[in-house]
């Protein structure tokens, strides 16, 4: 007979997102109220997205003033280190190790605490280095941009790229806590702003038809930044999002569906495709605009809602079309590749999610590649007309 150890065990997680503003005021106490062990100087470094840093002139003079002011409590090991923002940066490991280096170098150890201030690639690089040194140092990951703040920030994955494929090398880790402070947005370009809430869009489409309806209704007001309704569709998508994780039954994804990934497969794909040139955010929107045409084609979607889906990606400016969806070699599409990477990355059978309703999904383990091939057409058609029609 075997002898086995039967192991079984339950670990308790918490942490808090947190939504501010100006997090760096020395009368801000969103941080220091963190702090758990509030009688030792607990040691911090800092990255911070080179963007972020150069439009927020005063951002490292406010973290130094505010390190000052909480000098008893927290204690600021050495300036902040810059770092590039964008996806760029997590194709190169080198950064891990520079990351790597400075943990160690600056004595940061598994009591202390990382700040991550900057968008999501930024996010997921750090988080990667954070969890992984000392096999795994707090993060405090501050988003910068609409879409880590409405998603990527508030959730429990990190990752770099390798050998061309997106997030391949990652983990799933707990941040110690997220805040999201509505002052970073300000500096976004208006494209950067809108890509974010692409996943906003996403998630209102599989889990909220009120978050679509809301989107829906007050698109003039999303466009012109209006406050009121960008706080409310960050804080409800962030909701969801975190919801999800904690509630959802599976916050390290070890099924092999990934139910928040509406729109993903083809996301992941066109990013690689571009040659990343084609932002997260856009690549979602494109991926929504193609799982939704596909959902209508297949009879599952109503052609009402459908067209709900399409006007509501062209009112905010989101792209619902990109060339590299019809990039093919020896008459392949190479989009398709784009379904196994997916399996592969998240293990087991294919899972895609599609749309039965807005607000509401329903997983596939097939797909039909003419009638994607059909969409494709369809989206190139409509995308053609937009532009005439403007
Ligand atoms: N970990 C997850 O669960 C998860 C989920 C979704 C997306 N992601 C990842 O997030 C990344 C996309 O993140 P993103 O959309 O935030 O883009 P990004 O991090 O690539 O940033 C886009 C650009 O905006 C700049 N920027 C950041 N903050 C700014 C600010 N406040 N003002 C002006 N410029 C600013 C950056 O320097 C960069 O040039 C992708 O790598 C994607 O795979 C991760
Ligand atoms: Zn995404």
């Not at 008893?72 to 790597?100: A, C, M, R, T, W």
Request: hydrophobic share 40%; aromatic share 12%.
């Amino acid at each position: 007979m075997d002898k086995i150890i039967s192991q079984r065990f339950l670990l308790k997680f918490n942490y808090d997102v947190i939504f501010t503003k100006d997090v760096f005021n020395t009368e801000n106490y969103s941080l220091i109220n963190l702090i758990k062990n509030k009688n030792i100087e607990n040691k911090f470094i800092i990255f911070i997205d080179k963007n972020v840093y150069k439009l927020h002139i005063n951002l490292v003079n406010n973290i130094k003033n505010y390190f000052f002011k909480h000098n008893k409590i927290i204690k600021l090991q050495s300036d902040p280190f810059i770092i590039y923002g964008g996806e760029v940066i997590k194709n190169h490991y080198i950064l891990v190790k520079y990351i790597y280096k400075l943990i160690d170098a600056y004595k940061i150890c598994r009591q202390s605490y990382i700040i991550s201030i900057g968008g999501g690639a930024l996010q997921d690089l750090v988080g990667f280095a954070a969890s992984t040194a000392h096999r795994g140092v707090r993060l405090i990951r501050i988003p910068t941009t609409t879409l880590s703040q409405d998603d990527s920030g508030v959730g429990v994955k990190n990752g770099i790229n390798f050998i061309n494929k997106k997030n391949f090398i990652g983990c799933f880790s707990i941040p110690f806590a997220v805040i999201n402070d509505y002052k970073f947005i300000s500096t976004l370009s208006d494209s950067r702003f809108i890509e974010g809430l692409s996943e906003a869009i996403k998630v209102s489409l599989i889990k909220n038809i009120n978050l679509f309806n809301k989107i829906e209704k007050n698109f003039k007001n999303i466009i012109k930044r209006k406050d009121t309704v960008i706080k409310y569709i960050i804080y409800k998508s962030a909701y969801i999002h975190a919801k999800h994780i904690s509630s959802g039954g599976d916050p390290f994804e070890i099924t092999s569906s990934r139910p928040l990934d509406f729109g993903h497969w083809a996301a992941h794909k066109l990013e690689n495709l571009s040659k990343y040139k084609i932002s997260h955010g856009n690549a979602v929107a494109i991926g929504i605009a193609l799982d939704s045409t596909y959902s209508f084609l297949i009879g599952i979607l109503s052609k009402y809602e459908w067209k709900r889906v399409i006007k509501l990606l062209i009112n905010i400016n989101l792209p619902i079309y990109s060339k590299e969806l019809n990039y093919k070699k020896n008459k392949h599409y190479l989009l398709f590749d784009g379904l196994n990477e997916f399996r592969e990355h998240l293990g087991g059978q294919l899972t895609i999610t599609l749309l039965k309703k807005i607000g509401e999904k329903i997983d596939v383990h097939e797909i039909n590649k003419d009638i994607y091939i059909k969409s494709i057409k369809i989206l190139k058609l409509t995308n053609f007309l937009k532009n005439v029609n403007k």
